[in-house]
């Protein structure tokens, strides 16, 4: 197997690698961290059947399908399978077919990539592999069964064996919110599956006990839902975990929690909250998801609280000594220059409290809500202002990248209409 192995989706790679691992299927395992050198890994593995791995968001799509031509260009063969897997291929499987590669795979990866592992090894069919779409005799994308999404312990963030593996551990899977701009909750579910104190303890050990490693970050949706089934936060099972991580590292240990590349919710952020976290986490920034100044956007987008949690919560965390990064999202459909104007006013209190904003555009993503909404029209006042923000220090983000990614979006969902007709095996 040759990884194409991108700093942008790492986490999700390593996950599959130690499902591979934990299975105990033997594969070979190289990476290509370039095209040229995954060309090159593909023609030196020597193999009967050589399965390249990619992965990759919908905005960087198209440039992957560009990539994926030029490896094939280098290297290829009927003995040398690409599958595409992350979420835009969850979401977009046609897509991704047209687009070059040979197979999609679909929601969660680490049983389908056992189960395709296994079948390329014995020569069976690949409509026997769950999770996966395969091009049908007429190029529709035939997909098989679903792969399941089983609880989180049944998985490990990465392998053993490999310092370069080695990243933050998966806390929580899936999301209860409904924030209709975000593919989570498509990918993984409605619902949250957190990983268990003890498998988290065990992940921080062994990466102690391999590698010396004292930093331990997390995945999670929103950090301060650990341990709760709803919207409450669990301040219990929040602090059990972190005293259980403490106790695991050596006294320099270091937790960041909250912290890149989590979130919190804004109405989890309490003055108790804050404190508990003072007692045990290194980070001096906390990232708070706010993502509109307007009442009337945050609740034609789910998001389910309101401006005034937003600055509530950004006074509360500067006075426990955290500087915020307030994540904003502007060009949210039916969105206008007075919802805008919320937003950046809303965002010049916030940097004046101390926060400091983490600007996006709105992007219809596939699997999405709100994957065929248009995105609303960003006035040249209001770049200027982001502008003004950036050039102070005060704002930061690739913006003005997203309404390009924007644009091209749209435009692939116009093309692959939402109701395309799925096809499916009988297995
Ligand atoms: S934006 Fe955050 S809180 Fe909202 S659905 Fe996505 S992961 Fe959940």
Known sequence: MVVRYRKAVTYGVHALLAALQASGVECELRHGTSPEETAAQITASGGDRVLVLWSFYSPDAEAMAAELAAVRALADGPHVLHIAGGVHATAEPQHVLDSGWDLAGIGEGESTIVALVTALREDAELTTVPGLAVRDHDGVALRTRPAPQLPLDAHRSFPSGARRHVGPIELTRGCRYTCRFCQTPFMFGGQFRHRSVASVVEHVRGMREEFGLRDVRFITPTSLSYGAPGPDADLDAVEELLASVQAELPGDGRIFFGSFPSEVRPEHVTPEAMAMLRRYVANDNIIIGAQSGSDRILAASGRGHGAGPVRDAVRIAVEHGFRPNVDFMFGMPGEDEA?????????????????????????????????????????????????????????????????????????TAKAYPRRTRRRRTDG
Do not use: K
């Open 339 to 411: 919802d805008q104007d919320a937003s950046l006013r809303l965002a010049d209190d916030l940097v004046e409290l101390g926060a400091r904003i983490h600007t996006h555009t709105f992007m219809p993503l596939p699997g999405t809500p709100w994957r065929d909404a248009d995105p609303a029209f960003i006035p040249v006042e209001t770049m200027r202002r982001l502008d003004r923000l950036a050039q102070r220090g005060e704002a930061y983000g690739h913006w003005r990248r997203q309404a390009e990614h924007s644009t091209r979006l749209a435009e």
